[in-house]
């Protein structure tokens, strides 16, 4: 069994990642960082979600030695021009508060009318080889923010994002609902046939 090393420390996106490889049939055994707490966390110094991806997926395939997946994600607003984008987590100035960057983004577009507050998630996902090897795919999730947050799942905008296809933010959808239609799922989904061609 091949081991997949996924470049994260956060419980949930193990646990996607591994669901969605085990639906498709496909036989690697996957684990986080934390499975190699040596090994620093890796600057995400790139411009792009897909080059912050594989700057991740290749520092782990380097320090390890084995086939290692990465992603970078986050929320790009039409009227900002792509914004937040890569500065998603830190869009507020502190990485991480997500209450911090959520009222900020809200403010900023306070008096933006409904019919210009489209936006969407977009997700990087990188797959990286001891060798050099590398691939990426990607998703997104289109929807429309709204200007008062709704729902207690999930995390980061999704309080704020309607998308088209439903009525609820992605706050208020289940983890399955919304691992059904997300950014992350759809392109971990993508990645599958990319483990499948170079790990068999």
Not at 138 to 152: C, D, I, N, Q, V
């Amino acid at each position: 069994m091949t081991r997949l090393i996924l470049a994260t420390r956060n419980a949930g996106k193990i646990t996607e990642l591994r669901a969605i490889l085990t639906d498709a049939g496909l036989p690697h055994e996957l684990v986080g960082t934390d499975a190699y707490p040596e090994i620093p966390d890796v600057r995400e110094t790139g411009v792009t979600f897909a080059e912050n991806a594989l700057l991740k997926a290749h520092a782990l395939a380097r320090a390890t030695g084995l086939p290692a997946v990465a992603d970078d994600s986050g929320l790009c607003v039409d009227v900002l021009g792509g914004a937040p984008g890569i500065f998603s987590a830190r869009w507020a100035g502190r990485h991480g508060d997500d209450k911090a960057n959520l009222d900020l983004l809200l403010a900023q577009l306070s008096d933006i009318s409904e019919d210009h507050r489209a936006a969407h998630f977009a997700c990087a996902a990188a797959l990286a080889l001891p060798d050099g090897t590398e691939r990426v795919v990607e998703g997104r999730l289109r929807g429309t923010l709204r200007f008062e947050p709704a729902g207690t799942n999930g995390f980061g905008y999704d309080p704020i994002l309607q998308p088209d296809t439903d009525t609820r933010t992605c706050a208020e959808l289940t983890p399955e609902e919304k691992n059904a239609i997300s950014h992350r799922g759809k392109a971990f989904r993508a990645l599958v046939p990319v483990v499948r061609e170079l790990l068999g």
